[in-house]
């Protein structure tokens, strides 16, 4: 499976951004999707997630801003990024899972998001 994530750049607090992440190299229908986020200093913690049957799950600090759905015909997932605060500012990757009921353990490259104050 490859994972091609786009649309991370810079922006001002309160703005939004949109990632995308195109997925080839297998069903991509079939399984879950995620995002996850590294800032410098810090451990990756995950951001949202959606199932092959459309279930989104979000961390807490990502409820009501960010908003992860994804489209089978194009393979690929989306991240809704609203409300940004310089606090979001990270390398954002997706994710996937190489056994359907496992957990995420494949992340493609990162796109770096910058939230300015």
């Known amino acids: 499976v490859q994972l091609q994530a786009s649309g991370g750049g810079l922006v001002q607090a309160g703005g939004s951004l949109r990632l995308s992440c195109a997925a080839s190299?297998?069903?991509?229908?079939?399984?879950?999707m995620g995002w996850f986020r590294q800032a410098p200093g810090k451990e990756r913690e995950f951001v949202a997630g959606?199932?092959?049957?459309?279930?989104?799950r979000y961390a807490d600090s990502m409820k009501g801003r960010f908003t992860i759905s994804r489209d089978n015909a194009k393979n690929t997932v989306y991240l809704q990024m609203n409300s940004l605060k310089p606090e979001d500012t990270a390398i954002y990757y997706c994710a996937t899972k190489t056994v359907v009921t496992g957990p995420y353990d494949y992340w493609g490259q990162g796109t770096q998001v910058t939230v300015s104050s």
């Open positions: 959606i199932s092959w049957n459309f279930l989104t």
């Open positions: 190299g297998r069903t991509f229908s079939s399984y879950s």
